[in-house]
């Protein structure tokens, strides 16, 4: 993952893309700073981990831009998106993760929303980079709600 986004640094600076190189420029700095923290080398799953945080904060300035009318910001934000998510693995339908969900109920049994918690703990590896997360949650807590 590392090697792929120094590739496309460079191509980036090659191609005088500047949207995408800020972007790449962006992760490449966070993964460094993420390394400096935990003094070791990111694994895969710990640099999906930070493009995904990436991802989210851009979603959730984009609805502050909107409360505020400011189109430009939002379409920049969703161009930034669009490069962060080809970063990412392949994202599961809702019909896949509405099946992880099932196994997940099936094996733990849940009586109330209390068991939120084992249930999210449980599919949260599987999940984890494939799916957005707060969605997830919200289709637990409506299963759950429905029991």
């Known amino acids: 993952m590392r090697e792929k986004i120094l590739e496309d640094l460079k191509s980036a600076m090659k191609a005088q893309d500047k949207e995408k190189l800020s972007v790449v420029r962006m992760v490449k700095g966070a993964i460094q700073m993420e390394e400096l923290n935990k003094k070791h080398q990111l694994s895969d799953d710990e640099v999906i981990s930070i493009i995904a945080k990436q991802i989210k904060s851009r979603k959730e300035a984009i609805i502050e831009f909107e409360k505020a009318n400011r189109t430009d910001l939002i379409n920049q934000n969703q161009k930034e998106i669009e490069i962060?998510?080809?970063?990412?693995?392949?994202?599961?339908?809702?019909?896949?993760?509405?099946?992880?969900?099932?196994?997940?109920?099936?094996?733990?049994?849940?009586?109330?929303?209390?068991?939120?918690?084992?249930?999210?703990?449980?599919?949260?590896?599987?999940?984890?980079?494939?799916?957005?997360?707060?969605?997830?949650?919200?289709?637990?807590?409506?299963?759950?709600?429905?029991?």
Request: net charge positive; aromatic share 4%; no cysteine.
């Open 84 to 147: 962060l998510n080809t970063y990412m693995p392949k994202q599961l339908s809702e019909e896949e993760i509405i099946k992880v969900i099932d196994e997940a109920f099936s094996k733990i049994n849940p009586t109330s929303e209390r068991d939120m918690g084992k249930i999210i703990g449980s599919i949260s590896p599987i999940l984890k980079g494939k799916a957005d997360m707060s969605l997830v949650s919200k289709m637990v807590k409506e299963k759950l709600n429905n029991l």
